[in-house]
């Protein structure tokens, strides 16, 4: 306590003893940063060991040899990524007019419709559904009906995965042309389908087109829904002069999960070199698509 | 056609109104679109339609023997599925609790001023690229990376701290903790993103404020900042604990898949969704019908958790506005 009676002869010293609560600071900024580089690490672990392991068995041969069968040396996954480009081009050649026609009604035709929000939050219920439900839809519903294991089957199960994001990423990228350039193609006489298809679906196909790569991405590294839906096919899907359709499949993510409980050393190394491939392919298209994807109005 | 007033007939002109091609392909797109957007809804009902359909005749046959039979043995005719619930749950809370340590930590580092920006986006980027690897390759991983890095730390823990329940037997091979461990990883980015989200949309004001009453950096975050955006934080969670109930790859390859019930983070356990990757493919119309309640049993768990994180999330974005 200063005595206030008395005339101040000198300024009470602002420096002040090293608090508790300035070290507390110290301490949690450095496990702030412990955290963020212990949270690194495992994606570069990963890359390292698809890089190192995966790198060393890569060469032209995986791509055009078939998987090869117990002690049978060499061979590799040209079937399986046949199988599984057939099959995302299925499920995307079914969700994304699906999904970009659902997206217009949500961003343009009635955004605040009784439809339009029970279908938004059926989408956002859809990008929560764990992958392998889808599996069990398509298992029902293509599996059961034809009796057969095919790539139709699993492309349904992918198309299942690949519709919300399409919808949710669509929406999303309509939404962002101005409204100023829709009110003046209405202003010109334009119809609802010429302003959108003229005006919104274009300005937009930029970051719509994200979105379907993303879908895209996140289709080609699915195993769950494939494993019974597609199963797995030790043969092209192009084999003597037919497409085999209605046949299993092969895709790379099976091939991965099927050759990593092996204990084969040779189909071992062909896994780590069909993940090294699958997410090339990946982080591919999700660079592509970010460079890309950047709307530019 | 018929226009309120009349217009030149230009033939030559691209100024015209609409024809009636014009107003027709209009009709068709707008039904399309109507068509389009019904078609998610009809999904979701035709999802649960299809597998609830195909699991009733399992349902009539077991009863609640299956949700509370500790037994899957195909050739007896016994389907319990307690152990792969026990499994699921379990699982997904430590990964949770791991993930969610780090995932939050992480937003804050990225979001609070820690970092210069250039800096931050790279950090964001390796979390954003954490999604985009796929689980299969996570489980390769995690059965040639993991396993053998932890296997050393739980063998120690085992023999001397063996006596508490959580590491009451060794790792030999795949197991409860790998599993986590991995799946923790797979859900850090949906976390970390949700929560970064909540973060930024709290308004600077209030952290100018608190600064202005003399806190430390760290005191504003976590005593101003995390609480205001707390219900964001909090649907970040359930929305992660949801993608971990269900990832299905990373399990089947890492859990195990022994159908015991056990508290011990070391022993192999089960999931509903390893247990579904594990048994559909080989599966007789008996044994069907009972993943199929399986399925359904799955279902119902991850809508409940994602139908409660999105309404988290609405009540977050309400809050803020």
Known sequence: MTDLSQPATALPSLQRRFEGRALRSIILTSLAWFTAIVASVPLLSVLYMLITKGGARLNLEVFTELPPTGFEMGGGFGNAMAGTFVMVGIAAAIAVPVGILAAVFLAELGPDSKLANASRFAAKMLTGLPSILAGVFAYALVVMTTGTYSAPAGGVALAVLMLPIVVLTAEEAMKMVPKIMKDAAYGMGCTRAQVIMKIVLPTGLPAILTGVMLAVARAAGETAPLLFTALFSNYWIYHDGSLAVMNPTASLAVLIYNFSGMPFDNQLELAWAASLVLVMIVLLVNIVSRIFGKPKY | MNTPFDIPENPDSACRPPSAKDFLVDRIFRALARIGVALILALVFALIFEVGRKALPGMEKHGFDVLFG????????????????????????????????????????????????????????????????????????????????????????????????????????????????????????????????????????????????????????????????????????????????????????????????????????????????????????TEVEVLMYAALVLMFITLLVNVLGSLLMLYAQRGNK
């Open chain 2, 70 to 285: 500790t037994v899957w043995d195909v050739n007896q005719g016994k389907y319990g599925i307690l152990p792969a619930i026990w499994g699921t749950l379990y699982s997904a809370f430590i990964a949770l609790l791991i993930a969610g340590f780090f995932g939050v930590s992480m937003a804050i580092f990225l979001t609070q001023d820690f970092l210069p920006a250039k800096l931050a986006a790279v950090f964001r980027t390796i979390v954003e690229l954490l999604a985009a690897i796929p689980s299969v390759v996570y489980g390769l991983w995690g059965i040639y990376v993991v396993i053998p890095a932890i296997r050393p730390l739980t063998a120690w823990l085992n023999s001397e701290l063996g006596w508490i329940p959580f590491f009451g037997t060794s790792l030999s091979g795949p197991g409860l903790l790998p599993a986590a461990l991995v799946l923790a990883i797979m859900i850090l980015p949906t976390v970390a993103a949700v929560s970064q989200d909540a973060l930024t949309s709290v308004p600077m004001k209030t952290k100018q404020a608190a600064y202005g009453l003399g806190t430390t950096h760290w005191e504003a975050i976590l005593k101003v900042m995390v609480p205001s955006a707390a219900t964001g934080i909090f649907g970040s969670l359930v929305l992660g604990l949801g993608r971990a109930l269900g990832e299905t790859m990373a399990l089947a390859m890492l859990v195990g898949n022994a159908n015991t019930i056990t508290v011990s983070l070391f022993a192999p356990a089960n999931t509903l969704a390893a247990l579904l990757a594990l048994n559909f493919p080989e599966a007789g119309p």
